[in-house]
């Protein structure tokens, strides 16, 4: 008997084009491939062919995943004109199945509705063969392959680069950054401290300028700029006049409000005037000249320098 079953199941799945109904309306369902691997793909091809002018009621979907039919992708209808008085609708259907053995496909009922009558009609089912993979248990177990590694390209490994190009980048501007903060603070000069009177931070100057031998050296135009420079800063750290921004002649024309002494005066001038021709005529004074204009120099801070009473 169950042979008998078999054999009915197979001529069964071979009608794979069933037509039902009259010849005016009749339901076709069509299934290829009959056979599939267990996940494979067919299509479910379902038409019906309706007198023109009325309307049809097209079924639903629902048995097929009941009848462990799984729907991957379901088509629009197309409606087809055979002929002036007749038309066929058709939907195609993506399927699969996850069971292995004769998946049935019901049958699916439309109804067609017209100005004169409504008539019921079905397709007819068929069967879907599926299949499983064989596996042959006697052959050994075998390890998963490792993975293939391609070698990177340089368009893979640019990004990487500029990434760490900026990254080095932002580090040095960081670091940079830093050390200029913590710069230490500059050692205030002698003229710069208030509590060395003027007089003594300029005899130290030129006492220093006179070690620095520039003038020995041939730095003639170093040496008297440096010397005229010191007694600027005397003049302002003393009497609070701002040398330093001021040309020769307008020293000389201020300096009588500060000194008396029209010696004290002449001598201020003659230094500042040497060192102009010195600097701006490029003259070439005598050795013995270099050292006079010095010697004036400390004997102008000596004489015009602030006298401090210490009172006991």
């Known amino acids: 008997m169950i042979k ?14 069933i037509i039902f109904g009259s010849d005016d309306t009749s339901a076709t369902v069509t299934i290829q491939p009959q056979q599939i691997l267990i996940g494979q793909p067919a ?7 309706i007198p023109s002018g009325g309307f049809l009621n097209w079924p639903g979907y629902e048995e097929l995943e009941d009848h462990k039919i799984e729907i991957l992708n379901l088509g629009l209808v197309d409606t087809l004109d055979r002929d002036a008085g007749s038309t066929t609708l058709m939907q195609t259907l993506r399927v699969t199945s996850w069971e ?11 109804t067609f509705i017209s100005d004169n009558d409504t008539i019921h009609f079905e397709s007819k089912a068929t ?18 392959r490792p993975l293939f590694k391609f070698p990177r390209t340089f368009r893979e490994i640019l990004p990487y680069l500029l990434a760490a190009i900026g990254l080095l980048i932002i ?3 960081i670091i940079r950054f830093l050390k200029k903060r913590k710069k230490p603070l500059k050692e205030p000069t002698i003229w710069e401290k208030p ?22 050296k041939g730095h003639i135009k170093a040496y008297h700029s440096e010397l005229t420079t010191i007694l600027r800063k005397y003049l302002y750290k003393r009497f609070h006049l701002d ?41 070439n004074p005598e050795d013995n000249d270099h050292e006079k204009v010095l010697e004036k120099a400390l004997e102008f801070v000596k004489k015009t320098a602030e006298i401090v009473n210490d009172k006991e």
């Not at 008998?4 to 084009?17: E, G, Y």
């Not at 299509?43 to 062919?49: C, G, T, V």
């Open 195 to 216: 509590e060395v009177p003027a007089h003594i931070a300029a005899i130290s100057s030129l006492e220093t300028l006179r070690q620095k031998e520039l003038w020995q």
């Open 4 to 17: 008998n079953i078999s054999s009915f199941l197979f001529i069964l799945a071979l009608s794979h084009q």
């Open 243 to 283: 040398a330093i921004e001021m040309t020769t002649r307008e020293i000389v024309q201020k300096l009588p409000a500060y000194i008396e002494n029209t010696a004290l005066q002449s001598d201020f001038k003659n230094i500042f005037e040497l060192a102009d021709m010195v600097k701006f005529a490029k003259f």
């Open 100 to 110: 292995e053995g004769y998946i049935p496909i019901p049958a699916f009922e439309f």
């Open 127 to 144: 069967l879907l063969e599926v299949q499983t993979v064989e596996v042959d248990m006697t052959d050994r177990y075998r390890d998963i």
């Open 43 to 49: 299509d479910l091809q379902i038409s019906a062919n």
């Open 171 to 173: 580090v040095v501007l």
